[in-house]
């Protein structure tokens, strides 16, 4: 029997504040709000792949703070373009852009309002570039 076909990826992601999240990666990212279901929101990164964000439910039983092993990376060649833009927002970053040797990759790292680490990440193995 064959694989089936997988034709869109979504990562879901808790929140505190809706509102404020929509802010930050519609406003300040630019990404395309693809689906708002109310209390979830689903937005495209680039064709097939997509973050959703869903309103924390008051007096659910999650932590405080967003887990350490999750990581949002947006991947474009443009880190420094992305990191001058953003700091022009006002936004902080807690890395610098910056050559990591041991990924051979450009990136640089930043959260957004509820604490969820995004990665701004070039690849610069030139045996593997994101398809577009």
């Not at 990826?9 to 802010?23: G, K, S």
């Not at 953003?86 to 807690?94: A, T």
């Not at 050559?99 to 990136?107: D, G, L, M």
């Not at 309002?113 to 990440?121: A, K, R, S, T, V």
Request: charged share 15%.
């Amino acid at each position: 029997m064959q694989r089936p076909p997988i034709e869109q990826q979504i990562t879901f992601l808790y929140v505190a504040d809706l509102a404020m999240t929509a802010q930050f990666y519609e406003k300040l990212l630019g990404l395309e709000l693809a689906l708002d279901q109310g209390t979830c929101r689903i937005y495209r990164t680039c064709p097939g792949a997509y973050i959703g964000f869903c309103q924390r439910q008051s007096g659910a039983a999650l932590t405080s703070a967003p887990p350490a092993s999750v990581i949002l990376t947006l991947v474009t060649p443009q880190v420094a373009e992305w990191h001058a833009f953003l700091s022009q927002q006002g936004v902080i970053f807690e890395k610098a852009p910056a050559f990591n040797p041991q990924y051979n990759i450009f990136h640089c790292f930043l959260r957004d309002p509820d604490g969820h680490l995004i990665e701004i990440q070039r690849f610069e193995d030139p045996a593997w570039r994101p398809q577009p």
